[in-house]
Nanobody, 123 residues
Framework: QVQLVESGGGLVQAGGSLRLSCAASGRTASSHAMGWLRQAPGKEREFVGGINWNGRSTVYADSVKGRFTISRDNAKNMVYLQMNSLKPEDTAVYYC????????????????WGQGTQVTVSS
């Protein structure tokens, strides 16, 4: 079992930055691939990006490439989403997710989910 808790959401102006954090707990948390997904009101959940267990592989949605960066610190069991050049269309609840398989992570097929953190970007 892996438990995930997100933090760092808030209100930011367009063009600004935020860093989301995800604290993972559980005996095997550091061996899991991690992902960030988001859901805006009235829309389906959308993949943002993922990182493999050792941080050497990442994948991003086209909509955030070049603006968002995922990183992890396995010593602290933390995963981060650095979001720069934020746009109003980035407004959503952001979820941290985990799965042991990197191929499943790239297919957005996660086993564990956090409760989400709200990000609101004003124009």
């Amino acid at each position: 079992q892996v438990q995930l808790v997100e933090s760092g959401g808030g209100l930011v102006q367009a063009g600004g930055s935020l860093r989301l954090s995800c604290a993972a707990s559980g005996r095997t948390a550091s061996s899991h691939a991690m992902g960030w997904l988001r859901q805006a009101p009235g829309k389906e959940r959308e993949f943002v990006g993922g990182i493999n267990w050792n941080g050497r592989s990442t994948v991003y949605a086209d909509s955030v490439k070049g603006r968002f960066t995922i990183s992890r610190d396995n010593a602290k069991n933390m995963v981060y989403l650095q979001m720069n050049s934020l746009k109003p269309e980035d407004t959503a609840v952001y979820y941290c997710a985990a799965v042991q398989s990197w191929p499943r992570a790239t297919r957005y097929d996660y086993d564990y989910w956090g409760q989400g953190t709200q990000v609101t970007v004003s124009s």
